[in-house]
């Protein structure tokens, strides 16, 4: 059975694996999953026919979001993130940027979020994503739907 949390050394071999099939990729903390993400996902998934998640390591997320988070390890937001039906692989990654993993993946497509535009992207990812040939697409924003939006109210209430 193929496990759907993959080390880096099984990333390298996904798009062997997955020859002839459109491969989507998208990365993130993922902290706390919530209905953004879950209709994100899904909208990324009808993109192709491989949906391959890289998450954020706990330290990575530490930087990008500073003290207090990531509030789940890496082990569990991996573990919630491969139990999704629409999700074919995570992948966990150390560094702050994807650019790497994107390298040894070579995705088709690219996808993010609506709280992103192509020009707002890391420009060190989207250099890559020109080297590699994959298409970026923007997904829709679920308005008022993020992380940051419920530890807000969390700590209201």
Not at 39 to 54: E, F, N, P, T
Not at 117 to 135: C, G, H, M, Q, W
Request: net charge neutral; aromatic share 4%; glycine share 8%.
């Amino acid at each position: 059975m193929v496990t759907k949390i993959l080390d880096r050394a099984e990333a390298i071999k996904v798009r062997d694996r997955y020859a002839g099939k459109t491969i989507v990729f998208t990365n993130g903390c993922f902290d706390i999953l919530h209905v953004g993400h879950v209709r994100y996902l899904a909208i990324a998934k009808r993109l192709g026919d491989i949906l391959i998640v890289g998450l954020n390591s706990d330290a990575s997320v530490g930087q990008l979001k500073g003290p207090g988070r990531p509030l789940n390890s890496e082990g569990d937001r991996a573990e919630v993130m491969a139990a999704l039906e629409m999700v074919d692989h995570v992948i966990i990654f150390g560094e702050t940027r994807v650019s790497n993993l994107l390298r040894e993946l070579r995705p088709h497509l690219y996808t993010k979020g609506g709280d992103y535009t192509v020009d707002s992207l890391d420009p060190e990812e989207v250099a890559v994503l020109k080297e590699i040939n994959a298409r970026i697409e923007i997904m829709p924003l679920v308005p008022g739907k993020s992380t940051s939006k419920l530890l807000q109210t969390v700590q209201q209430r």
